[in-house]
């Protein structure tokens, strides 16, 4: 249990089907990140959120919409997704970010299939 | 570009000690990470370095030489339990969040 919990942990969809994947931290961190994982590639950042306001956007396509209302909260829209998009989806959390060192604690992600 | 590498696989004993090397070519550098992922889990942290040298903290070691653009982990008495994905990833010098990851290394422990 690291503290930061993703919903849901498994989810198949269509590619004309809209989704959310949601992802909450317990720690009291200010910075949030969406990473996605395929199998044997390197975990790709996706966005990066610190103190709500969106500091990285990885030249990710539209049809992911990442959403932070606030610093414990952040969401992941999903809209006509391609089968290429299937993947594991990791949020993590770390303590503002000017410092260096900053570990991140992930979640468990959310294993997305798109059909 | 920015690049890391690492071995895809090690095969190592229980009991024994394992080395698993990461090179990486980045803009700038401001820290490296290793972190442990056992399958169908989250990664965890297991080690940072930013200056050169051997960071210990028990049965686990990390070591950097920045000029190289080079660091290892070195796992001691190893266990069954050691068995998992070791993620090596780089904080640039680009400022803000962004970490890169390497694949990550798949380490068996056998009997």
């Known amino acids: 249990e690291t503290g930061v919990t993703q919903t849901p942990r498994h989810l198949v969809m269509g590619m004309t089907n809209k989704k959310s994947l949601k992802c909450e931290q317990h720690l009291g961190h200010n910075a949030m990140y969406w990473y996605k994982q395929s199998a044997k590639k390197p975990l790709e950042l996706m966005f990066v959120?610190?103190?709500?306001?969106?500091?990285e956007n990885n030249s990710v396509p539209s049809r992911f919409s990442p959403e932070c209302p606030n610093s414990s909260h952040l969401f992941l829209h999903l809209h006509t997704l391609q089968p290429e998009d299937s993947a594991l989806y990791l949020c993590?959390?770390?303590?503002?970010?000017?410092?260096?060192?900053?570990?991140?604690?992930f979640g468990p992600g959310t294993r997305l299939t798109v059909l | 570009g920015q690049n890391i590498d690492q071995p895809t696989e090690m095969t190592a004993t229980e009991g024994a000690i394992v080395q698993i090397n990461c090179t990486y070519q980045?803009?700038?550098?401001?820290?490296l990470f290793w972190y442990q992922q056992h399958a169908g889990e989250a990664p965890t942290f297991l080690s940072y370095n930013v200056l050169d040298g051997l960071e210990e903290k028990g049965r686990f070691s990390s070591f950097l030489s920045r000029s190289k653009g080079y660091s290892y982990l070195l796992l001691k008495e190893l266990q069954m339990k050691d068995s998992a994905s070791y993620l090596c990833?780089?904080?640039?010098?680009?400022?803000?969040?962004?970490?890169?990851f390497g694949a990550g290394t798949r380490l068996f422990v056998k009997a």
């Open positions: 959120y610190n103190f709500k306001e969106q500091t």
């Open positions: 980045t803009s700038g550098f401001n820290g």
């Open positions: 993590a959390s770390s303590q503002s970010s000017s410092g260096s060192y900053n570990e991140q604690f």
């Open positions: 990833a780089v904080r640039p010098n680009t400022g803000g969040f962004k970490t890169i």
